[in-house]
């Protein structure tokens, strides 16, 4: 058990995709259009504020077609946390809705998987469909923080603060990490795009972006143990969050999933 406190700010929204977009092998026989929600995850603990992934701003979200309710920053702001006040930021992976902003956090130290940044700077982006997540100004920005030396490069496992440790899973992306925090309900697992959506894990099925299918299957059996109940992971892009946590703060689109969910997965 732990103390941390863990919201979910939404700040955008993707709406009518296809169960082809959101499952590699979706059920022939379903033809229910799913949203998409965007999230960045503030983790309160020990009496600092320990930022999971910056999102994408407004230019990002023209480009690529996406809703922008509100700039990450400002929905942290509406939430009462100033970008300068944040000191530790986690990044989950570099595609262009966890790593923009990047430019915005003036004192932020960025823990990052370095199997990570060596896959977005690497031989696999001259690929096209694999390059089409990242966007080449956020990893130019996080080369530039390297330079500045103000990245921790995490090789699998690390502890970012007590009780607030990083899971290298790949799968989506070949440096993805998962975040575990110690809250007051046992560990919750930060899944990020590990799932996008509960049914993906539950299933079995991986949502169609993916580097290493292998690796994204083992990452599932990562995050429920490292969980240790159906209901302690979040996925990354679920609607469905807004519907079992409380609403905390209207103005920042917040939720609170250190609280137990309004109904559970467990069987």
């Given at each position: 058990?732990?103390?941390?406190?863990?919201?979910?700010?939404?700040?955008?929204?993707?709406?009518?995709?296809?169960?082809?977009?959101?499952?590699?092998?979706?059920?022939?026989?379903?033809?229910?259009?799913?949203?998409?929600?965007?999230?960045?995850?503030?983790?309160?603990?020990?009496?600092?504020?320990?930022?999971?992934?910056?999102?994408?701003?407004?230019?990002?979200?023209?480009?690529?077609?996406?809703?922008?309710?509100?700039?990450?920053?400002?929905?942290?702001?509406?939430?009462?946390?100033?970008?300068?006040?944040?000191?530790?930021?986690?990044?989950?992976?570099?595609?262009?809705?966890?790593?923009?902003?990047?430019?915005?956090f003036p004192n932020a130290r960025f823990h990052l998987q370095e199997r990570e940044m060596a896959y977005a700077t690497g031989?696999?982006?001259?690929?096209?469909?694999?390059?089409?997540?990242?966007?080449?100004?956020?990893?130019?920005?996080?080369?530039?923080?390297?330079?500045?030396?103000?990245?921790?490069?995490?090789?699998?496992?690390?502890?970012?603060?007590?009780?607030?440790?990083?899971?290298?899973?790949?799968?989506?992306?070949?440096?993805?990490?998962?975040?575990?925090?110690?809250?007051?309900?046992?560990?919750?697992?930060?899944?990020?795009?590990?799932?996008?959506?509960?049914?993906?894990?539950?299933?079995?099925?991986?949502?169609?972006?993916?580097?290493?299918?292998?690796?994204?299957?083992?990452?599932?059996?990562?995050?429920?143990?490292?969980?240790?109940?159906?209901d302690r992971f979040i996925p990354g892009h679920d609607p469905l969050v807004t519907e079992l946590y409380p609403r905390v703060?209207?103005?920042?689109?917040?939720?609170?999933?250190?609280?137990?969910?309004?109904?559970?997965?467990?069987?």
């Amino acid at each position: 058990m732990g103390n941390a406190e863990i919201y979910a700010l939404r700040y955008a929204t993707m709406g009518s995709r296809s169960l082809h977009m959101n499952f590699l092998q979706p059920d022939p026989h379903d033809t229910t259009a799913q949203d998409l929600d965007y999230f960045v995850w503030l983790i309160r603990t020990g009496g600092r504020d320990i930022l999971v992934d910056t999102g994408f701003n407004a230019a990002e979200a023209q480009a690529r077609n996406r809703k922008l309710t509100r700039n990450p920053v400002d929905a942290l702001a509406a939430f009462g946390v100033n970008a300068a006040d944040i000191r530790d930021i986690i990044v989950t992976h570099l595609h262009y809705d966890h790593a923009g902003n990047l430019d915005r956090f003036p004192n932020a130290r960025f823990h990052l998987q370095e199997r990570e940044m060596a896959y977005a700077t690497g031989r696999c982006m001259c690929n096209g469909l694999l390059r089409h997540p990242f966007s080449v100004e956020h990893v130019t920005t996080m080369v530039r923080h390297v330079y500045g030396e103000r990245v921790t490069f995490h090789a699998g496992e690390g502890e970012v603060a007590p009780g607030i440790t990083v899971h290298r899973v790949g799968g989506h992306s070949d440096g993805l990490q998962v975040v575990r925090a110690a809250t007051a309900r046992g560990p919750v697992v930060l899944a990020s795009d590990a799932a996008h959506y509960y049914a993906n894990l539950q299933r079995r099925s991986p949502f169609p972006i993916v580097y290493n299918v292998g690796d994204m299957a083992l990452g599932w059996e990562t995050i429920e143990r490292l969980a240790g109940h159906p209901d302690r992971f979040i996925p990354g892009h679920d609607p469905l969050v807004t519907e079992l946590y409380p609403r905390v703060n209207d103005a920042a689109d917040a939720y609170a999933l250190h609280v137990a969910p309004k109904r559970s997965f467990a069987k």
